[in-house]
């Protein structure tokens, strides 16, 4: 078994027995930590490649094969995401109907759909395989990844961006020494 899935079965173990053990207030102190961890480790995997994509100079860069890669994995994603997400409703609905409920809700509604569609097309696993590849054109395939990915990333962070929900509603603060 590889070592990252290794590490998504330890957490997820972690997260069922020992989170529940935890005080309020070290299950709080936890969820930030590695909250924080994360947006670091996601800032620094996307200023690596922004780097990569300015600084490398032998990167050969080829627009059409840039589009045609482009388009191909957007197709391909919307070919997989679209469909299976309609059928799991499809199933969950039929399954709803059998026990006397007609009206039940879809599993997955769009905007879900659409996010399975967008956080799939982005990530630092293609530029790792890629960072690998040898041969005659592997600085075009690099560059090619490289390109798709930092194209990706930045539309899906507009997205995410665009789409927020300004806060409306204000919080109460709690010290955290009154939480145990």
Same mark, same amino acid.
């Given at each position: 078994?590889?070592?990252?899935?290794?590490?998504?079965?330890?957490?997820?173990?972690?997260?069922?027995?020992?989170?529940?053990?935890?005080?309020?207030?070290? %299950?709080?102190?936890?969820?930030?930590?590695? %909250?924080?961890?994360?947006? /670091?480790?996601?800032?620094?995997?996307?200023?690596?490649?922004?780097?990569?994509?300015?600084?490398?100079?032998?990167?050969?860069?080829?627009?059409?094969?840039?589009?045609?890669?482009?388009?191909?994995?957007?197709?391909?994603?919307?070919?997989?995401?679209?469909?299976?997400?309609?059928?799991?409703?499809?199933?969950?609905? /039929?399954?709803?109907?059998?026990?006397?409920?007609?009206?039940?809700?879809?599993?997955?509604? +769009?905007?879900?759909?659409?996010?399975?569609? +967008?956080?799939?097309?982005?990530?630092?696993?293609?530029?790792?395989?890629?960072?690998?590849? %040898?041969?005659?054109?592997? +600085?075009?395939?690099?560059?090619?990844?490289?390109?798709?990915?930092?194209?990706?990333?930045?539309?899906?962070?507009?997205?995410?961006?665009?789409?927020?929900?300004?806060?409306?509603?204000?919080?109460?603060?709690?010290?955290?020494?009154?939480?145990?």
């Amino acid at each position: 078994m590889s070592g990252i899935v290794s590490l998504l079965f330890c957490g997820i173990t972690l997260k069922h027995y020992a989170y529940y053990n935890m005080s309020r207030r070290t %299950q709080l102190t936890t969820k930030f930590i590695f %909250q924080i961890l994360a947006q /670091l480790s996601e800032n620094f995997i996307f200023i690596y490649l922004g780097l990569t994509l300015f600084v490398e100079t032998n990167l050969e860069f080829k627009p059409l094969f840039i589009m045609v890669t482009l388009v191909g994995i957007c197709g391909a994603r919307c070919l997989s995401v679209f469909p299976l997400s309609k059928a799991i409703n499809y199933i969950i609905r /039929l399954r709803a109907r059998r026990k006397g409920r007609p009206d039940a809700a879809d599993e997955l509604p +769009w905007h879900y759909q659409a996010m399975l569609y +967008w956080a799939g097309l982005r990530g630092a696993v293609g530029v790792a395989l890629a960072a690998g590849l %040898q041969g005659a054109n592997g +600085w075009a395939l690099r560059a090619t990844v490289l390109v798709v990915v930092v194209l990706i990333g930045g539309l899906f962070l507009l997205a995410g961006r665009a789409t927020e929900q300004p806060q409306t509603r204000v919080e109460k603060v709690v010290a955290l020494g009154n939480l145990s």
